[in-house]
């Protein structure tokens, strides 16, 4: 199912790079776009998950390292090979796993989620992250993260085609793909259902054992990520449906657009889990 959930949306995204093609440049731009589709297609599948690393400038750890450790641990729980393990030079707490599948998956960490965060809250983060990679959701998120991003530049350079002679619409069309194409990336996050979220989190609590260890995790990971900038994120937003929690500061204005589900939704479910049955609270995060 979840290979299903990737090809249709891969045929979407290519079928949407085409037709911002076809405006740009008539039949000539779209079958352009289709060959550079093309060759997407099989760089996202083999190679996307080392640019996103390189965006975010991620550096490996070894066995020496403490996270190294924890995500090894959790990964015998998970059933698991032990995936590279990352961190990322960042002030903001946050997490995200990347990789086409289990045997080649990366996870990362924020230096300002190791300093913020205890022990067992890091396990409960590693062990969600570890839920995406056993999930195969890795491969769609980088995917939609590269053709997102493709998609955006596109509109950068909508400028430089508006007297295009095979331009079908003239320069309405360029304005339709100045003023469509920086959704993309939004309409691509809404593709990914805030689903895989919710069962990240149910995965990953069993699979350290403990829910409230990423109850008490995402509670301040939300604060700091609201409070705090993350300057790679904000540059290359078609990464954001990545992480663990939101970490544009946008978020709380296009909530409708969001693929990350309410932080207190999150952690209700997860205290619910663990045999709490105390009201909901709703905290500055929702």
């Known amino acids: 199912m979840n290979y299903l959930r990737t090809g249709v949306l891969l045929a979407a995204l290519t079928a949407l790079f085409m037709g911002i093609g076809f405006l740009l440049g008539g039949e000539g731009g779209m079958i352009i776009a289709l060959l550079v589709a093309a060759g997407m297609n099989l760089f996202a599948w083999w190679g996307s998950d080392r640019m996103v690393l390189r965006i975010y400038r991620a550096q490996p750890v070894g066995k020496g390292h403490s996270l190294h450790g924890i995500v090894e641990t959790l990964s015998r729980n998970a059933g698991l090979p032990v995936p590279k393990v990352y961190i990322i030079e960042n002030d903001q707490p946050n997490a995200f796993a990347t990789g086409r599948n289990p045997q080649n998956a990366s996870v990362a960490a924020t230096t300002g989620l190791l300093r913020m965060l205890t ?168």
């Open 119 to 286: 022990a067992t809250e890091v396990s409960g983060v590693m062990a969600h992250e570890l839920a995406h990679v056993r999930n195969r959701d890795t491969l769609i998120m980088t995917i939609t993260a590269t053709f997102a991003g493709a998609i955006s530049m596109l509109a950068n350079f909508a400028l430089f085609f508006r007297g295009g002679r095979n331009n079908p619409l003239g320069f309405v069309g360029v304005l339709l793909v100045m003023i469509l194409a920086p959704l993309a990336a939004a309409l691509v996050q809404m593709a990914i259902s805030r689903t895989r979220e919710y069962e990240a989190d149910r995965i990953g609590a069993e699979i350290c054992g403990h829910p409230l260890w990423l109850a008490g995790a995402l509670r301040k990971m939300a604060h700091g990520a609201a409070a705090i900038d993350n300057p790679q994120a904000e540059d290359n937003p078609a990464t954001a449906h990545m992480f663990i929690v939101n970490p544009l500061h946008a978020h709380r204005i296009d909530g409708l657009f969001s693929t990350h589900p309410p932080i207190g939704e999150r952690i209700q479910r997860l205290r619910e889990m663990a045999g709490e049955t105390a009201p909901q609270t709703r905290g500055p995060w929702d």
